[in-house]
């Protein structure tokens, strides 16, 4: 695609978007009266004007029936999980058996290794890139610790080769083979959090189990953002949160994924809570667990309702469109960015993309990093009513969502850069 680089030809480009009318589903941040330009839903997606609404309705349910709304009411709370499942496992590329939400991403991350992460005297070491996000290294080290290994020999860590930012893929496989049946499982991020890389989660998936290694991926970054056919790519399990790009409030409620193949295995050792019990015999409060079948199983408490409605809001508005085209947005609108920067870049050698110029190998995200006087640069943008994100040392991560940034969003964006 060949693109301009003026105002005229960004909104051209707004005027011909056939998403554009979503940006008005969404409350936009205000800087100074006008629209903040918000390049932060990586972080925390904007919110739904329907979200209220969504929540309002259980707010009602609970005001009008009490404990009788598990049962009564427009959407009853016994099955409030089931709603979100169709549209989930279309977002994720997945059967609805392989889906549920439930829990928060890192105690979701927890539980799916207590089933995945099985490690033995021989079979005991995790890949996972280097860099991951923090709340996944924690995890993953105080895994390996509970199974008494030591996270120095067993956690394996994937670099970029000296000069690179990103990993390649051949270099994440050929790790992968040399560590080989000491390898029990894979578990890395689906889009890198902080490079904005978009891992290639069939090569690995396959390299992985080709080495009789679990992969499971952490798929913050990447759900509602590209999209992953978790089912079809074979992965084992995965799991990702709801306040990024699924835009459904903070601390909202995270997503499971387990491969049908594991749907039915009662042998893989669970934490289990009565939420995961076969749902027929669920209050007839007797011992001996018996768990509902796919990804269901996993579930342990009752469902978070206020923060489910809130993910429903926004699970309608993304079904309505649907991930690729969403994804076909994405693409332009990031791409777009990337040609505005190189441009500016002309002139001046202060700033350079670390994330993939390839739009297969990234989702909406670029991670500029800033050679000079980041942090300065970055104040004078959140002056200016930019919201992005500053990570140290020296990194800006911005992200045109395209369900509610626009083409002027990232002219704008850029003519500021151009100023500071
Ligand atoms: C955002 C994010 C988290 C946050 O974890 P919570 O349990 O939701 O607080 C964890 N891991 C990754 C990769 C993330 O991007």
Redesign the pocket.
């Known amino acids: 695609m060949t693109y301009e680089s003026n105002i005229d030809y960004a909104r051209k480009l707004d005027e011909l978007d056939p998403l554009k009318e979503y940006r008005n589903k969404f409350y936009i941040p205000q800087h100074q009266g006008k629209d903040s330009i918000y390049f932060t839903g990586n972080s925390l997606g904007l919110q739904p004007k329907s979200t209220s609404t969504y929540l309002q309705e259980e707010l009602e349910s609970w005001k009008q029936h009490g404990v009788e709304g598990h049962f009564e009411g427009k959407r009853p709370w016994f099955h409030y999980h089931k709603f979100s499942k169709e549209v989930l496992a279309k977002i994720m590329g997945a059967k609805p058996i392989e889906v549920v939400a439930m829990n928060?991403?890192?105690?979701n991350l927890h539980f799916m290794m207590v089933s995945f992460y099985r490690p033995n005297a021989q079979r005991y070491k995790i890949i996972t890139e280097k860099g991951?996000?923090p709340?996944?290294q924690y995890a993953l080290e105080s895994q390996i610790k509970f199974h008494g290994f030591n996270p120095e020999e067993a956690l394996v860590e994937l670099k970029p080769r000296k000069g690179e930012h990103t990993l390649r893929t051949e270099d994440i496989i050929a790790k992968i083979s040399e560590v080989g049946d000491e390898l029990s499982l894979v578990m890395m991020?689906g889009v890198q959090?902080y490079t904005g890389q978009y891992f290639d989660i069939k090569s690995i998936t396959k390299a992985g189990q080709n080495v009789g290694a679990m992969v499971g991926f952490?798929l913050?970054?990447a759900a509602g953002n590209v999209p992953v056919n978790l089912h079809s790519n074979e992965v084992d399990f995965a799991v990702w949160?709801s306040?990024?790009y699924l835009n459904s409030g903070p601390?909202g409620v995270?997503g499971i994924f387990i491969h049908e193949k594991h749907a039915n295995n009662t042998d893989l050792p669970r934490f289990a809570g009565w939420w995961g019990h076969d749902e027929e015999q669920r209050f007839f409060m007797k011992k001996g667990f018996i768990p509902m079948k796919g990804a269901d199983g996993w579930q342990l408490s009752n469902v978070n309702v206020l923060t489910s409605a809130a993910h429903l809001a926004s699970l309608e508005i993304i079904d309505k469109i649907g991930i690729d085209s969403l994804r076909k947005k994405s693409i332009i609108l990031t791409g777009y960015l990337e040609y505005l920067l190189n441009k500016l870049n002309l002139d001046r050698k202060v700033l350079e993309i670390i994330t993939p110029s390839n739009p297969e190998e990234r989702g909406c995200q670029l991670s500029l990093l800033v050679n000079k006087n980041g942090k300065q640069i970055f104040d004078k943008l959140t002056q200016q009513g930019v919201v992005a994100d500053w990570r140290e040392p020296n990194v800006i991560r911005i992200a045109p969502v395209p369900l509610y940034n626009t083409f002027e969003d990232v002219y704008r964006f850029v003519d500021i850069l151009k100023s500071t």
């Open positions: 928060n991403l890192t105690s991951a996000f709340s996944d991020g959090y952490d913050a970054h949160c306040y990024k601390g995270s």
